[in-house]
Every structure is written in C-alpha cells, then in structure tokens.
C-alpha cells in the first residue's frame, strides 16, 4: 500500500531546533515502521521560505535572499541528514515546482469567483504570520506563543471565504473521530467552529512583504504564506501531473504541534475541499517540547536545546529513541540535557549491558557458538513469546503518536523482562556446574532471541542499534520485517560488539 507522510515545513529565520528535530523524526519513525510492514512510503519534509519573518531576517543579515535562503534551508538539510532522516523529497517553497502549483490553484479559485478584494483592518502577529481575533490574545494583550503585542494593520486585500464550509468541516470531523489525533485536538478545532469563520486573507501587499510568491492576478501582491505553505503538501505529490496522486492522498499522513492546528485543521481542509480534494488522511498533532523556564523552546525566545550539541554528546539514535519515549501524547514534555543524559543512562542498562554481558558469556564458555540446538522450557518460551506478541500487537497498529510511543514502552518493557529473567537464572552460576550446561545453554540461547526480537522491533527507532545488535548476533542478514517469531534465531557464531551505548561521564 503507498502511504504518505509530512513534516511540517520549517521557517528558515533561525536554526533548527529539537522540537523540528522531533516532528521529523518522528515521520522519519513511521516511514520505517510502515516499511517494515511492506509498505511503500513517500515521506516529505522542506523549509518554509517566504513571508515577513524570513524577509526581516535576510534583511537583519544583509544578505541576498537567495543566499539567505539556500543557507538557512541547508541548516535543516543537514541536521536531519546527520540525524539519518530518509525523507523522499525536501520542499524549498522558494522553488519553482512548488511556486507553479500555488499559481494555478490561486489561478482556478480566483477564475471561480473564490477569491475577492477588500479592504480590512486587523492586529496581525509577525510571529506566526497570521491576522489574530482579541479573543487569541494573552491578559496583557499579547501573542500567547510569542509574547508579543500584535500590530495594527489596515489593507486592501484578497480574502478567500472560509464561512461557507464551516458546517461540513465540522461534520466531517464528526464523522471521522480519528481524522485529527489524539482526540483532545479535534475537540479543540470543533470549538474553534463553534463561531463563523473570518474570511481568510490570503495575500500581502508587495509595499510590507515582498517575500512571496506573486498573485497571478495582481502584481502588486504577494501571496501570504500559508496559504502558499500549506499547499506544498500537494506541490510536492506532483498534484496536476502524477498518476500516482490519489493513491499516495488516500493514505496521507500530516504530522505537526499544536500551534499550526488552525492552518492544518480549518484553512487547509477547506483550501482543499475549494480545490476538489479531500482532507488528508489523518493529522497527528503533538504538543511542545518545553525548555528552560518552562514554555514552549522557540527560537524567538531563546531557551532552544540545539539538536547538534546534544548528537554531539551522545549520538543521533539514543536522541531518537528519547525523544520518542518521553513526549507525553496530549500534553507538553519537559526536555534539557541533563533528562536526555537520563534517558541515555536507561538504554545502557537495559539493552547495552545485557547485549554485552550476554554476548561475552557465550564467546568466553561457547566458543561464541550460538546453541541454537537447544530445545526451552516453557518458562523461557513464556518469555520469547509473550515479547513477540507484544511487538506483533503494536506493529497492527497504525500510524498515530500513541502507537510511536507504547513502540518504545513495548522495547523498555522487553528490556525490563528480559533483563529480570537474566538475573533470575543467574546463567554465571549455571556455567560453573557441568551438570547445568544445558540449563546455561537454555538461558542464552532465549536472551539471545530475545535480543535478536527487540533489535527487530526498535528499527525504526535506532536502526544503526538494531543492525548492530543483529550483527552481534550473526543475524544481520536478516530481512527486516514486522514478523516477530520466537526461537528463529539459527546457527552462528557471536561476535563480541563494541558497546552500543558508551559511558558519557
Ligand atoms: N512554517 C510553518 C509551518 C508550515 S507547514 C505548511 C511553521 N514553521 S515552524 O518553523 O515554526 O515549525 C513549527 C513546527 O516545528 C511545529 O508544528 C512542530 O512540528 C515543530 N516544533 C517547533 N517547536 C516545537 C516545540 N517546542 N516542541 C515541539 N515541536 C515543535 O510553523
């Protein structure tokens, strides 16, 4: 089956933090864990390129906007090249492919009649590049994300009426309870369709932002940037010319944080269903990663962990498997260096140890050979089985922040089980006595398994781990598949591994 899944497309005024590290890993998650199913996955993630925000960045630096732009989308491209993301395509909006779509949709709905002129007076947030209601706004007056007292602003402009499609959006998430996930969003995008909708301004006069594409019908506008961003989640699928369009829309997938829920879950949906296209898949929402002082970590205040330090400290995959872990589904998650080195700390005793211990045991009493010819007990075939089964079970599941988590609680929770089945059988005091060999061999016989199960089941989560614990256990030419058997680990010899996790001091 082909799927589709999306990051957000990221503004280029700044450099990439952890919260657009973890939305792209987290896409970058699903991708393998849709592979491992056999499925064919088309994931896409790029930089957001126009508007005001990035214009008075550029300004601020002095540089040629191209220049501007190609170095600050690089910083994206190569923090998620480093972090191993294999996304399919990376949209820069500042590219022609994409600036044609936008072109022709504005082209179409203006023909229609969908886009008309007026003049409007508004308090406009810089910070999220959107005209904002009183009723938006802090008690002091204030952009609640950016803590910023929007301007006032008074513009002739295009508009595109959102009013008109109030009620079947609202039926439609009425009707598709896991349209928007997890559910507390969908609540959150009904209320906000409790009131009429403002028609959405969907240009900016050339004289303010001249960062943008140009309306097709009026050169002295350029088109306001989200409604040229969202449409990069169809630029990018090739919408007008790929036969493959409706296949990969079918099952598409936008993953994004709760501060772009209005674009993603009101204008865009309506923006599509004005273009004759239905709604995305499924929007997985997320909420924030909360730095220092204990808000959301943005860059326009400051208190952002730097995904390259913490790579810098201890490596991409342990980052990974963190930040999967510990985003709590619908709430905000603490992060700071010293939670990450935490949760470091926790994947070392529970997976690098035992790999290591467990691997050197049969390399020292074995010769390294892996008894694979031993037939288990029921209590060592209890715990293969029910470790498979809790893989099997979560890999039924689809894509959804629920199931990224319980993925990397299931992996913990094999670790923890194993690890007390390793101790209870205390395999070190089995090997001293000749008549316990067979009991020995039983026992690292089924941690290996195990281990060869979990390395199956965290892929998509730390792949360099899985291969490297496959390859420990001469198993590394193993297909990876969402097939978790018990006892197929075959004949081989161990091979003693450099630790997975090195003390970090
Ligand atoms: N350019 C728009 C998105 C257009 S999509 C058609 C934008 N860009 S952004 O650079 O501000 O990125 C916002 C997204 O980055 C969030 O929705 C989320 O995916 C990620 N995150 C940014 N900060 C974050 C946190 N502090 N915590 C979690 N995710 C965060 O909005």
Redo the contacts with the bound molecule.
């Keep these: 089956m082909k799927k589709y899944i999306t990051?957000?497309?990221?503004?280029t005024n700044g450099a990439p933090?952890?919260?657009?590290a973890?939305?792209t890993i987290l896409a970058d998650v699903f991708k393998k864990f849709e592979q491992m199913k056999g499925n064919d996955v088309f994931f896409s993630t790029g930089t957001?390129e126009h508007g005001q925000k990035n214009q008075h960045t550029c300004e601020a630096a002095g540089l040629p906007i191209d220049v501007f732009l190609e170095k600050q989308s690089g910083l994206f491209q190569a923090v998620f090249d480093r972090m191993g993301i294999d996304y399919d395509y990376f949209v820069r909006t500042s590219g022609e492919p994409h600036k044609e779509v936008v072109r022709s949709i504005l082209t179409d709905l203006y023909d229609r009649g969908m886009i008309i002129k007026k003049s409007y007076e508004g308090l406009y947030c810089e910070g999220c590049e959107q005209f904002k209601k009183e009723s938006d706004l802090d008690e002091n007056g204030l952009c609640p994300d950016h803590k910023k007292a929007p301007k006032l602003i008074l513009e002739e402009n295009y508009f595109f009426r959102l009013e008109p499609y109030r009620e079947w959006l609202r039926e439609y998430i009425q009707l598709h309870p896991d349209w928007i996930k997890p559910q507390n969003y969908a609540k959150e995008v009904l209320k906000m369709l409790e009131e009429p909708l403002d028609d959405l301004c969907i240009s900016r006069p050339k004289s303010r932002v001249w960062l943008g594409i140009e309306l097709p019908f009026d050169k002295d506008f350029v088109t306001y940037?989200?409604f040229d961003?969202?449409i990069?989640?169809i630029s990018t699928l090739k919408f007008g010319s790929n036969p493959d369009f409706n296949s990969y829309w079918a099952n598409s997938y936008h993953?994004?944080?709760?501060?772009?829920l209005k674009?993603?879950c009101i204008y865009?949906p309506i923006m599509l269903k004005a273009i004759g296209i239905e709604p995305v898949g499924k929007c997985i929402v997320?909420?924030?990663?909360?730095?220092e002082g204990g808000v959301?970590?943005?860059?326009s205040l400051g208190n952002v962990v730097d995904p390259n330090e913490v790579i810098d400290m201890m490596g991409v995959e342990p980052l990974r498997f963190y930040l999967i872990n510990a985003m709590s589904i619908s709430s905000?998650s603490p992060i700071s260096i010293s939670l990450l080195k935490q949760g470091y700390k926790q994947l070392a005793n529970a997976l690098g140890n035992l790999q290591m211990r467990v691997i050197k045991m049969v390399d020292k009493n074995l010769q390294g050979e892996i008894p694979s010819d031993v037939s288990l007990l029921a209590e060592d075939m209890e715990v293969l089985e029910s470790v498979s089964k809790s893989f099997a079970d979560v890999y039924k599941k689809d894509i959804d922040l629920e199931t990224a988590i319980e993925l990397s609680d299931c992996i913990m929770q094999a670790c923890n089980k194993l690890n007390m089945y390793f101790a209870n059988n205390e395999p070190w005091g089995l090997v001293k006595d000749e008549t316990k060999m067979e009991r020995f061999k039983q026992v690292v016989y089924t941690t290996l398994d195990a281990l060869r199960l979990i390395a199956t089941a965290i892929y998509p989560l730390m792949p360099n781990v899985a291969h490297s614990i496959l390859k420990s256990l001469s198993a590394d030419n193993e297909k990876l598949t969402a097939e978790f058997n018990p006892k197929a680990l075959g004949v081989g010899k161990v091979i003693v591994p450099d630790p997975l996790f090195p003390y970090l001091g």
Excluded: F
């Design positions: 990051t957000p497309i990221y503004y933090h952890i919260g657009h973890y939305t957001d940037i989200w961003a969202l990069n989640y993953l994004l944080a709760k501060d772009i674009p993603h865009w997320h909420g924030y990663w909360i730095g959301k970590m943005s860059k905000d």
